[in-house]
Structure formats: structure tokens, C-alpha cells
């Protein structure tokens, strides 16, 4: 691409090629640009971003082939992460050459998760995330309500004791 300085200015110059070559996402130790997406035709750069942001986040990975071989597809289903952030990934692995022919069928199919769209993978996650808090708050209540009978007990042990002390003397 041409981009000459007298007619676009140096800042803008400057700005432009900044923006080719720096890294727009990062997993771990590898980088790539926009260029690397490019390849593997992925242009929708605003699903990098939300992709970007959602890995340097939530989990932590040493780069690309350790995310494909060791985390679950699961461990993304979190907000913000949807289809096409998903299909971000796979291109990502198209890029590294990592999954064959088809890497995001390759990777679900490694990790054994149960096959469906990403849709029922992200409800079927948020389910049992759900059910989860929702067993924790039963039990956070139930030792709540047996703190409280105890403090009570305690409480009437000493008013009933210091009543009947206080009457003797």
C-alpha cells in the first residue's frame, strides 16, 4: 500500500502503518496481525477484539496450541463470546496450522464436549453454572440459619443466666 507522507501527512502515515503491523490478538506467547487473518480470509477485526479481550481475561494460556490441546471449548462460553468470536478462533488455528482441514470440529471433537450448535454449548455451560450458584445459595442459607440458632441459644443461655444471678445477689 502507498502511502505518501506529502499528501496523507506523517501522523496519519505513522498511525496506518502502526495499525498493519501491530499485533491485534494475542494468545499467550503468539501474536497476530491483521494480516495473519487475511490468510485464512477473516476480516471482521471487532470479533478480534472481543476474542482478544475475553482469552487476556479469562484464562490464561501459553499460546495457541496449548489453548487447542488443553481448554475445553466450554471455557469460553462466556459473554461477549459468540459466534463469530468463535469462528475468530478457528481461523486463529487456520492461521497456526493447527486442527487439520477443520480445527474448531477438531478441537470440540478432542475434547469430547457434547456436539450441538455453540448456542446449546453456551446454555447447556450457563445451566450448569446456574445450577451451581443456585445450590451454593441454598447452602450459604442453610449455614446462615444454623449460625443464627446458635447465636440465639448463646444469647438466651446468658440473659437467662445473668436474670437469675442478678436476683440472687
Not at 495457541?64 to 468463535?86: I, K, W
Not at 450448535?117 to 444454623?146: F, H, L, Y
Request: hydrophobic share 35%.
Amino acid at each position: 500500500m502507498d502511502l505518501p507522507t506529502s499528501i496523507l501527512g506523517a501522523y496519519q502515515v505513522k498511525k496506518m502503518t502502526e495499525q498493519r503491523t501491530r499485533a491485534i490478538l494475542i494468545i499467550g506467547s503468539d501474536q497476530f496481525q491483521r494480516r495473519d487473518f487475511a490468510r485464512v480470509d477473516c476480516y471482521n477485526f471487532t470479533a478480534v477484539s472481543n476474542l482478544n479481550h475475553i482469552l487476556n481475561q479469562h484464562l490464561k494460556v501459553k499460546n495457541t496450541h496449548d489453548l487447542f490441546v488443553n481448554h475445553d471449548p466450554t471455557e469460553l462460553a462466556l459473554p461477549r463470546m459468540g459466534y463469530v468470536s468463535l469462528a475468530v478462533l478457528g481461523a486463529a488455528f487456520e492461521a497456526k496450522n493447527i486442527g487439520g482441514a477443520t480445527p474448531l470440529a477438531t478441537w470440540v471433537e478432542q475434547h469430547k464436549v457434547k456436539t450441538g450448535t455453540w448456542d446449546t454449548m453456551k446454555k447447556r455451560e450457563n445451566a450448569e453454572i446456574a445450577a451451581e450458584k443456585k445450590a451454593v445459595k441454598r447452602r450459604k442459607g442453610q449455614r446462615r440459619d444454623q449460625a443464627h440458632g446458635l447465636r440465639v441459644k448463646r444469647h438466651e443461655a446468658r440473659t437467662n443466666g445473668s436474670a437469675t444471678e442478678g436476683a440472687s445477689v
